[in-house]
């Protein structure tokens, strides 16, 4: 169903276990998305698009790399009518890459480079770009990375308490979720958030908290991996180091099953015995889901007050992505306990999933703000092919 010669961009989202795609009009208006959930998890693929469309969409042992090419052949191009630019979000951009880039071989080198960095997410990351250079030759692939927007942290936040030798060597903290940040700093002149210190929550599978001063990013929960600051679906965030050690030795020295352990197995599944996905555990009647609940919005908590003491106070605090925008139980008690902050909380509006979530009284204000880094992408996309 071609809908004849329009353009449009492509931006490709490739995430832990899901692929989003969004194609925009050269206005940046999205004319069709959706999303490929639950690659990778030991069952069947899931595709939901803007149009409608339900459907499995592969078998329980594909990868990224087997659905990519059928995504974008039979559902993406007869929609698109001429692609002009893929962006895609590439979650670790090392010292290298602080802005987008145009993919050349080279290019693509070095983003294979920083795989050890980010292995749940990097290597679904250049099957996008595999699969998007084999399905459109000669077309421009943009790379648009997750740790770019940290690049202006001090330094003194992003060193470790290590001899600074290794720093030399890239052992710092990068920063992750950049890509949405940019979006929630775009976004905050029209939510009238007039105060220069914000705090953006970005809680999906994966979640990171963001302290912004003046719009740019001051402070952030993840690390030199995408494993530190807060509880996730899958990870467990900030561990004592010496529990890694520990978990080392109690598996035999097998570096390749601790990996396994805290990039898959641990965070609200693995406390809860049951799943990393928030909306299972809030249905459930489960002790241990609400458990994993209990903990998940205690640390969530813990790491707000983090930010709000590196950023000297907080002016609103902004929730995004999957869980943040959805969730509105975690919002609650988050909420709860963070009215010493000057955040009162409008329960109706919470459950409604408002854009303001507290009320018109409130010291001070939380909003929800859509996650659109496939946006961001686009316009990146738009500036570099120009």
């Given amino acids: 169903m071609s809908h004849g010669s329009h353009e449009s961009l492509l931006a490709l989202n490739c995430g832990s276990s899901s692929i989003k795609f969004a194609l925009f009009t050269p206005e940046f208006e999205r004319s069709f998305s959706g999303l490929v959930e639950a690659i990778g998890h030991g069952q069947n693929p899931r595709l939901k698009t803007s149009a409608g469309d339900v459907q499995e969409f592969g078998d329980s042992d594909q990868t990224h790399a087997d659905v990519l090419p059928r995504l974008i052949h039979d559902i993406i ?26 993919i050349d071989p080279e290019i693509r080198a070095g983003i294979a480079e920083l795989t050890p960095l980010a292995p749940g997410h990097q290597p679904h990351n250049l099957a996008g770009i595999d699969a998007a250079t084999l399905a459109l030759p000669g077309v421009a692939q943009i790379a648009c990375f997750d740790t770019a927007f940290h690049a202006g942290v001090p330094t003194v936040r992003r060193e470790m308490p290590l001899p600074r030798s290794y720093a030399r060597e890239g052992l710092i903290r990068y920063g992750f979720h950049g890509i949405s940040y940019e979006h929630i700093a775009a976004r905050l002149p029209a939510l009238g958030v007039s105060g220069s210190r914000v705090i953006a929550c970005h809680l999906g599978n994966g979640c990171s908290v963001c302290g912004l001063t003046d719009g740019k990013s001051s402070w952030t929960s993840m690390g030199y991996t995408p494993l530190d600051g807060l509880m996730m679906g899958q990870r467990p965030g900030r ?35 049951l799943s990393g996905d928030m909306r299972t555990l ?40 999957g869980v943040g925008e959805n969730a509105a139980p975690i919002r609650s008690m988050a909420m709860q306990k963070l009215e010493w902050l000057g955040f009162r909380l409008d329960a109706d509006a919470n459950a409604a999933g408002a854009e303001r979530l507290t009320t018109a009284d409130s010291a001070r204000h939380a909003y929800i703000v859509e996650a659109d880094e496939e946006g961001v992408i686009a ?7 120009d």
């Avoid at 004592?240 to 352990?261: F, S, T």
């Avoid at 458990?291 to 813990?302: H, K, N, S, T």
């Avoid at 316009?379 to 092919?385: E, K, N, P, Q, S």
């Fill in 77 to 102: 191009l007869p929609r698109a009518g001429t692609i002009s630019g893929v962006g895609h979000r590439i979650v670790h951009g090392g010292e290298r890459f602080n802005a987008p880039v145009r």
């Fill in 282 to 321: 809030l249905a459930s009647n489960e002790p241990d889901a609400a458990f994993a609940i209990d903990m998940y919005v205690d640390r969530l908590v813990q790491e707000i007050g983090a930010a709000a003491a590196s950023l000297g106070g907080v002016d609103a605090l902004v929730f995004s992505g």
């Fill in 239 to 273: 561990l004592d180091p010496g529990a890694v050690l520990w978990l080392v030795e109690r598996h035999g020295g097998d570096i390749a099953a601790v990996n396994k352990l805290l990039y898959h197995q641990s965070g609200l599944s693995g406390v809860s015995g």
């Fill in 379 to 385: 316009r990146a996309v738009a500036c570099l092919i």
